[in-house]
């Protein structure tokens, strides 16, 4: 096999692969990162950068494997937009937290999001408690949104906080 073939096809999978283990470990990754988590993703670039080149330490091999990386994710994002389909298989979706005051406490468990958690994005959207909570949804870039039953709603943006260990990763 061609050498630089060999890298295309390497970086492809690697991406692939890198894709479908954020899908699996959820959108929680994506939220802001603690100092563990920039470990983490540099040790992981470390990880899969022999996975994509190989043996090639050349400057074009390391050009051709991020440039594969680049066309890659431009072309998912174009087919992402096209096709609600595989959107819905590679993206997850906006999870309800508190409907009409209401805590869902399913959700908040199998997203890993305290109540401590809940009620600190509460304030931080300026409101006092729970039940004065119309809406709260984790959306899908880690944010959770407050709307409250207020005419004069603060707009915020609340990150979470992931305290999450390496190997849980």
């Known amino acids: 096999m061609h050498p630089y ?5 390497r ?15 959820g959108k929680r990754e994506l939220s ?11 040790l992981i670039s470390n990880s899969v ?3 994509m080149v190989g043996n090639n330490t050349s400057l074009e091999g390391g050009i051709l494997a991020a440039l594969v990386l680049f066309l890659i994710n431009y072309f998912l994002k174009r ?3 096209q096709s609600k389909a595989i959107k819905d298989l590679v993206l997850s979706k906006p999870e309800i937290l508190i409907h ?8 908040l468990t199998k997203l890993g999001i305290t109540s401590d958690e809940l009620d600190e994005a509460i304030r931080e959207h300026g409101v006092e408690n729970h039940k004065e909570v119309k809406l709260a949804m984790f ?7 407050i709307i409250s039953g207020e005419n004069n709603i603060k707009q915020t943006h609340h990150k979470r906080k992931i305290h999450k260990t390496l190997n849980e990763f």
């Open 5 to 9: 073939l060999d890298i295309v096809l």
């Open 11 to 25: 970086s492809m999978t690697v991406y692939f692969f890198m894709v479908l283990a954020l899908r699996v470990f």
């Open 32 to 42: 802001q990162l603690n100092s563990a988590d920039i470990v983490l993703i540099l």
């Open 49 to 51: 950068q022999n996975a």
């Open 79 to 81: 087919v992402l937009n």
């Open 100 to 107: 009409h005051g209401i805590i869902d406490y399913k959700a």
């Open 139 to 145: 959306e899908v870039d880690g944010n959770i949104s």
